[in-house]
C-alpha cells in the first residue's frame, strides 16, 4: 500500500470515529451541559454552587442541540470541588462543566477571597480557560434565572456584553486563565467585571442583565468596585481601550461626539532621591467625529484644536478618578510594583512588603495626547 493511501486511509478513519463516536464516549441523553455557574457563600462558610443546564434534544423531530429552556441544579460543600461532586446526586445523568462559558462570583465570597475556589475550578479539569468570570452584588444564582431578549441562556447573554466593553468603555472581558495566571505570578492585582440585575427602561417589570464598572480585587479578596469613569481611567491607562465615546458640550443641551479608534498608553517608573516610586503615564488617544448635535459648528484648525483641549482634559480627570481610587484602596492594577521589580531589583526587595503603603504614597504625572484626525463632516 503506498503511502498516500495510508494517509488517505488514516483520514478516513478519523472522519469515521468523529461521525459515529469512539469507544467510552457518552451520547447526549447521558449529559447534562453545564453553560453557566453561580457561586455564593453557603452555610457555615461552606460554597454553594448554581449551575444553570441547557435541555437538549437527542433527536426525532427537532435538531439535536440546545432547546429554548433551561434548568438549574444547585449543592452545597465546604469547597466549591466537593459541591460539584454533591451536585452528581441529584442528577440523572453525568454533569459536562468543560462548555462553561460564563462562572459569577458573589461578593460576600470573593470578600472573603476567591484563590481557593478558582484552585478548585482548576482541579476540575473540564472548564476552559477562556472561561469568563465575573463579580455580582448579592446573591450570584438570581442572575442566572434573568430573561434575555432573544437568548434563552445566561451565559449567552453575559458573553455578549462584556464582548461590548472595548466600545463602552465600562467594563471588559477577564477570563479564568487571566485570573489564574495573575494569582499566581503576582505581577498586578486583578479586576472582575461586575454585573447587576436591572429593571428595563421600557417595561419595569421585565428584569435584564447589566455589566458595568470593575471590582478591584487585592490578591484574592475582593476590595471596592470601580464605577464608569475610574473604570475608564483605568482602561485608558492599561491601553485596553478602543471605540469608546468622548463628548464636547457645544451648550447646555448639546454635544458633539468623537469616536476613539485608537489608544496607547506609555507607563515609565522610576525612583527619586528619596527611592520613592514616580510614575510617568502618557496617553495617545486619535479620535473621529462621530455626531453634531449643535446647529451652528465652524471647522476649522481653531475649533480642533478646542475639542483636542477639552478632550484631553476629560481624559485627565478619568484617569486622576482612577488614580484616586487605587491609592485609596492600594491596589495596583496596572502592575506598578513589577515595573519597580524589573527595574529595581534590589529596591524591590526593601519595599514590596510594605508596597501598599508605598503604592498610596506614589506620586503620578500624567499627559494626554488626543488628537482628533477626522471630522467626516464639511460645514
Known amino acids: 500500500m503506498s503511502w498516500l493511501k495510508k494517509q488517505q486511509l488514516a483520514t478516513l478513519l478519523c472522519l469515521c470515529l468523529a461521525v459515529t463516536g469512539c469507544k467510552g464516549s457518552m451520547e447526549l441523553n447521558e449529559l447534562h451541559i453545564v453553560h453557566s455557574v453561580a457561586i455564593d457563600q453557603g452555610e457555615d462558610g461552606g460554597v454553594r454552587v448554581t449551575a444553570e443546564i441547557a435541555k437538549l434534544s437527542t433527536g426525532g423531530q427537532q435538531p439535536k442541540g440546545m432547546q429554548e429552556s433551561t434548568f438549574y441544579l444547585t449543592s452545597e460543600g465546604s469547597s466549591l470541588f466537593e459541591a460539584a461532586r454533591l451536585m452528581r446526586t441529584k442528577s440523572d445523568r453525568t454533569l459536562l462543566w ?67 466593553g472595548e466600545s463602552t468603555a465600562l467594563t471588559e472581558q477577564t477570563s479564568l486563565i487571566d485570573v489564574y495566571q495573575e494569582l499566581i505570578n503576582g505581577y498586578k492585582d486583578i479586576s472582575l467585571p461586575s454585573v447587576e440585575v436591572v429593571k428595563d427602561q421600557v417595561d419595569n417589570k421585565l428584569k435584564l442583565l447589566q455589566t458595568k464598572g470593575l471590582y478591584a480585587f487585592k490578591g484574592d479578596h475582593l476590595i471596592a468596585l470601580m464605577h464608569a469613569s475610574e473604570t475608564k481611567g483605568y482602561l485608558r491607562a492599561a491601553a485596553k481601550m478602543n471605540g469608546s465615546i468622548e463628548a464636547v458640550a457645544c451648550d447646555a443641551k448639546h454635544k458633539i ?86 527595574k529595581h531589583p534590589k529596591q524591590w526587595r526593601k519595599m514590596k512588603e510594605e508596597w501598599g503603603t508605598i503604592y498610596a504614597d506614589t506620586t503620578f504625572t500624567l499627559k494626554v495626547h488626543g488628537r482628533v484626525d477626522h471630522t467626516n463632516f464639511t460645514f
Open 98 to 164: 468543560g462548555h462553561t462559558t460564563a462562572i459569577i462570583f458573589s461578593t460576600d465570597l470573593a470578600r472573603g477571597g476567591i484563590g481557593k475556589q478558582i484552585d478548585d475550578i482548576r482541579r476540575l479539569r473540564q472548564f476552559r480557560n477562556s472561561t469568563l468570570i465575573y463579580a455580582m452584588e448579592g446573591r450570584a444564582y438570581e442572575a442566572l434565572k434573568v430573561s434575555m431578549p432573544n437568548l434563552s441562556i445566561s451565559s449567552q447573554a453575559l458573553r455578549g456584553l462584556s464582548e461590548g
Open 257 to 342: 461626539t468623537f469616536e476613539n479608534i485608537s489608544n496607547r498608553s506609555e507607563i515609565e517608573v522610576d525612583l527619586n532621591k528619596q527611592q520613592m516610586p514616580e510614575v510617568n503615564i502618557e496617553i495617545y488617544a486619535d479620535l473621529d467625529l462621530v455626531s453634531v448635535q449643535c446647529d451652528k459648528v465652524k471647522v476649522d484648525p481653531r475649533t480642533i484644536a478646542g475639542w483636542e483641549k477639552e478632550i484631553n482634559h476629560s481624559i485627565t480627570e478619568d484617569l486622576e478618578r482612577y488614580i484616586r481610587f487605587s491609592q485609596k484602596h492600594k491596589v495596583d492594577l496596572l502592575g506598578i510594583g513589577e515595573m519597580i521589580h524589573r
